[in-house]
């Protein structure tokens, strides 16, 4: 089975903070995608990449950067957390390389709620 | 723009009822659809896929029906149970080579026992 973990089920920040969120991979997939997921909004695409070092923006990039050091880990950083960042956020890897179409597995999402 | 739509927000079916949850898309050029499931507090969860050279797939309880005239997506669960209760959404690859996908809004399926 695919497994795609991610470091927090819940956190709690403060508006200014920097935040981390991880996610971990252990299929060796090269491709992994960041979404947030709002009431209303359904799920929206923040950055993927399709290998350690790269790095593409999705549709919301704004207030987010990323990191890929390691093929199994892809993290998301909210540089300076503001209360509209208060979402759950989902981390995804597809098993086929770069752009081959495929379905994407989930982590267990962590919800962020800034203050 | 590219959109993919669920046609009811919320169904509500019998234990033991077949459900259908429908799904429009509008990019003719998607050829891979995915159903997914997310039960409450937790990520979505695979459930089925379908490739465009396909009209109907099944799986265990499941069957996904595509109708590419119509562009038209349905996810068909057999004797409904309990543990089904949960949000699906469908999802497309639409026109680009890049992996993305495009994800529909999510119709809510209440089992009442």
């Known amino acids: 089975d695919v497994k795609v973990t991610q470091s927090s089920r819940y956190l709690v920040k403060r508006t200014g903070e920097k935040v981390f969120l991880e996610c971990v991979q252990d299929m060796d997939h090269e491709n992994m995608f960041w979404y947030r997921q709002d009431p209303g909004l359904g799920l929206r695409l923040i950055y993927f990449?399709?290998?350690?070092?790269?790095?593409e923006k999705g549709d919301i990039p704004e207030g987010y950067s990323v990191s890929r050091e390691k093929k199994e880990r892809f993290s998301l950083i909210l540089e300076s957390a503001s209360t509209n960042q208060t979402s759950m956020y989902l981390c995804a890897s597809p098993p086929s390389s770069r752009g081959a179409p495929d379905t994407q597995y989930f982590g267990p999402g962590t919800r962020l709620t800034v203050l | 723009g590219e959109s993919v739509g669920l046609h009811l927000p919320t169904l509500s079916v019998q234990e033991g009822d077949n459900s259908i949850i429908n799904c429009a898309y509008s990019?003719?050029?998607?050829?891979?659809f995915i159903w997914y499931k997310q039960e409450s507090g937790k990520g979505p969860q695979f459930i089925i896929d379908i490739r465009s050279n396909m009209d109907k797939r099944q799986g265990q309880r499941v069957t996904v029906l595509l109708n590419k005239t119509v562009k038209h997506l349905s996810l068909q669960i057999a004797a409904t149970q309990p543990g089904d209760s949960a949000v699906y959404f469908c999802a497309e690859n639409g026109s680009s080579n890049t992996g993305k996908l495009i994800f529909g809004q999510g119709t809510t399926l209440q089992v009442k026992p």
């Open positions: 990019n003719s050029a998607s050829d891979y």
């Open positions: 990449s399709y290998d350690v070092k790269m790095k």
